[in-house]
């Protein structure tokens, strides 16, 4: 149980364009879902919180209008990275806590790298 | 904001030593500290928990320990073996805010 999935888990694109990552929790519900970025060698720093049908709550020092979030339902948030440039190019991960589950447990995917040329 | 700090940033150790990896954190209200193991390009995987109303948790060859006067936990590894080499992050979140601040890592290689 508490499965986490993302798509896709590559993806390449030009400098410039937009690129959307999805995070679906497969088998349970998920009220809230976090997404973290990881360059190489580092550790996850979180940039948002994911909340279904209400904004996404920003870290410090994170672009809203550049990583934008969606979460219109209780299995799904997405990530739409805007006018991607190649200092964006990272690792995406996601996790999820499952509604009404332990407050503090979250379920990471599997993580989505990010190149951009 | 909650600071944690990690360390060591590596370790090497030979197969069935033991090894700990420390962490230390800001904030007073944090009480809840996870550990995870990262394999290269794979996700993050929970390897055991703690909660600041204990003091230590063990689960077979892991244990974690925590002062909560000292604001520090470790993670204990005991009889190594290969395929325990991965980086491990400690973590630290509060009740009821759920977020998680992420140590920097620690890269641990288990020599055969």
């Known amino acids: 149980g508490a499965v986490v999935s993302q798509h896709p888990s590559r993806v390449i694109c030009k400098s410039g364009t937009s690129v959307k990552i999805e995070c679906r929790s497969l088998?349970?519900?998920?009220?809230?879902m976090f997404w973290y970025r990881q360059f190489p060698k580092q550790s996850l720093m979180l940039m948002a919180t994911s909340n279904e049908g209400s904004k996404a709550t920003y870290e410090q020092g994170v672009e809203k209008d550049k990583f934008l979030i969606n979460h219109a339902s209780l299995t799904l948030s997405t990530l739409t990275v805007t006018s991607a440039h190649p200092e964006d190019s990272s690792f995406y991960i996601c996790?999820?806590?499952?509604?009404?589950?332990?407050?503090?447990?979250?379920?990471f995917g599997p993580g989505t790298r990010l190149t951009v040329t | 904001g909650e600071n944690v700090e990690q360390h060591p940033s590596t370790l090497s150790v030979q197969e069935g030593d033991s090894a700990v990896i420390k962490c230390t954190y800001s904030?007073?209200?944090?009480?809840?500290f996870p550990w995870y193991k990262q394999e290269l390009g794979k996700r993050p995987q929970l390897i055991i928990d703690i909660r600041s109303n204990v003091g230590e948790k063990k689960d077979q060859r892991i244990a974690v320990t925590l002062n909560k006067t000292a604001k520090h936990f470790s993670l204990h590894i005991t009889e190594t073996q290969p395929e325990d080499s991965a980086v491990y992050f400690c973590?630290?979140?509060?009740?009821?805010?759920?977020?998680?601040?992420f140590g920097t890592g620690t890269r641990l290689l288990v020599s055969p």
């Open positions: 996790s999820a806590r499952e509604t009404g589950g332990p407050e503090d447990e979250q379920y």
């Open positions: 088998d349970f519900q998920a009220t809230t």
């Open positions: 973590a630290a979140g509060k009740t009821g805010f759920q977020k998680l601040v």
């Open positions: 904030d007073s209200a944090s009480n809840y």
